[in-house]
């Protein structure tokens, strides 16, 4: 596992060293010289993953479920071979396929970029701490990994060619983004790469240019220890041989698509994809793992529920945690018209950030509303931006399920310190 938790380790472990070095308000009194390991953190953090997945391989065999440890390929519709470390070739056979082989990182088409860089993949397994880094990219993926590093103690920029968090709520988004810039994350925006060169036993020489407000452009070098790549990733299927038993795949992200009769399954019935393998399906492990159950339960007994992919709820683990479930503001407006949305909103101060004067300029929640023609406000989307962000947006689609208005939500509505506004001003 590569993915959500050494992710998730990590930012742990860099806000605990930004909570160390406020402490003394809470009297606490902290030694000079504390700093922090990455050796230590690194071999822990996958000595964790490894008994996961060894627990997992346990899981397997108590339900007398067959683990091959191999590559696999169709052979044909209702066949797959599997090679294993040995070169080895088993053939399988079965009625009914799945197909969740997920996605890798993939490296821009520029010079020294392979060479020389890195991936998000493979920060968790640096034997040495990475130094002054740059990341390459603005999705969540770069902007969380971009926020550990900055505050496990490295110096760390992020290069952004347009826009941050493409796809999310974007004042939210200019609101994670300016928070990360005040912690200390040096932005180079409207910038782009255009070659990775070695300079040194550990540092690369990057050249990229800058679109410059006017239009004009401006070339810059600086020299990193590490470069990492967070600019998408690709679904694992071109080795499968899917496209030869007609299984229909995107052309351009290489990821299975749907039928309309259910989302999971593909052009080639017996044949099922979930997870980040599924063209269209949020890139998340617990959607997967849902999706999955659900699947099981479809084609081995009487259930018909289907995976509902709309109303998920997402945390970006930045610095200070992102969460939303339902519509961004941008596209509440598009479906809805301008007119007929209005946003409840309100910055806040937690209370953990009383005496430690942590900054709580970012802090900042607000509901997505329709107007309806009863006078009602229904809500289409929320997004919170504090501490602990994933904890207070992952109960929020249960609570939709029976909470429609605003006039269900009284807390928020008698905490607003602004007034309503009207997405089209």
């Given at each position: 596992n590569v993915g959500c938790i050494p992710k998730?380790?990590?930012?742990?472990?860099?806000?605990?060293?930004?909570?160390?070095?406020k402490s003394s308000k809470l009297g606490w009194h902290i030694p000079d010289g504390v700093s922090h390991d990455w050796e230590v953190l690194r071999n822990n953090v996958n000595s964790y993953i490894r008994s996961l997945n060894w627990g997992y391989r346990v899981q397997l065999k108590d339900k007398a479920v067959e683990y091959i440890n191999g590559y696999g390929s169709f052979v044909d519709s209702h066949t797959v071979a599997a090679v294993d470390k040995k070169q080895t070739t088993r053939e399988i056979t079965a009625d009914q396929f799945v197909v969740a082989v997920g996605g890798r990182p993939q490296y821009p088409?520029?010079?020294?970029?392979?060479?020389?860089?890195?991936?998000?993949?493979?920060?968790?397994?640096?034997?040495?701490?990475?130094?002054?880094?740059?990341?390459?990219?603005?999705?969540y993926v770069a902007l969380e990994c971009a926020g550990f590093l900055t505050g496990l103690g490295c110096e760390t920029s992020i290069m952004v060619r347009s826009i941050c968090l493409r796809g999310f709520d974007q004042e939210m988004a200019?609101?994670?983004?300016?928070?990360?810039?005040?912690?200390?994350?040096?932005?180079?925006?409207?910038?782009?790469?255009?070659?990775?060169?070695?300079c040194g036993e550990r540092e690369v020489l990057v050249?990229?240019?800058?679109?410059?407000?006017?239009?004009?452009?401006?070339?810059?070098?600086?020299?990193?220890?590490?470069?990492?790549?967070a600019t998408g990733r690709t679904a694992s299927t071109k080795s499968l041989g899917l496209d030869a038993i007609g299984v229909d795949l995107?052309?351009?992200?290489?990821?299975?698509?749907?039928?309309s009769v259910s989302p999971e399954q593909s052009s080639v019935s017996h044949i099922s994809a979930v997870g980040d393998v599924l063209e269209g399906c949020p890139e998340l492990t617990p959607v997967a793992i849902r999706a999955g159950k659900l699947l099981a339960r479809r084609l081995f007994s009487s259930s018909t529920e289907q995976m509902d992919y709309q109303v998920v709820p997402t945390t970006v683990f930045t610095p200070l945690e992102y969460g939303c479930v339902g519509l961004a503001e941008e596209d509440a407006i598009k479906q809805y018209g301008g007119d007929n949305v209005e946003v409840f909103h309100?910055?806040?101060k937690p209370l953990e950030y009383a005496l430690t004067e942590m900054d709580s300029a970012s802090c900042y929640t607000k509901l997505v509303c329709v107007k309806e023609a009863s006078g009602e406000h229904r809500i289409v989307g929320f997004h919170f931006l504090g501490p602990n962000a994933g904890e207070a947006t992952q109960g929020l689609p249960l609570a939709c399920d029976w909470v429609e208005h605003m006039s269900s939500f009284p807390v928020v509505l008698e905490s607003t310190q602004q007034p309503p506004r009207r997405s089209s001003n």
């Open positions: 998730k380790l990590m930012h742990q472990s860099a806000l605990v060293g930004h909570i160390i070095k088409n520029i010079e020294g970029a392979a060479e020389f860089g890195i991936t998000s993949d493979d920060i968790f397994t640096l034997t040495s701490p990475p130094g002054k880094t740059l990341v390459v990219g603005a999705s200019g609101l994670v983004s300016g928070h990360m810039e005040r912690e200390g994350t040096r932005f180079l925006r409207n910038s782009t790469p255009l070659k990775l060169e070695r050249t990229w240019h800058t679109t410059n407000a006017d239009s004009s452009v401006t070339q810059h070098q600086d020299v990193f220890n590490t470069v990492l790549f995107h052309p351009s992200s290489g990821k299975i698509i749907g039928s309100a910055y806040y």
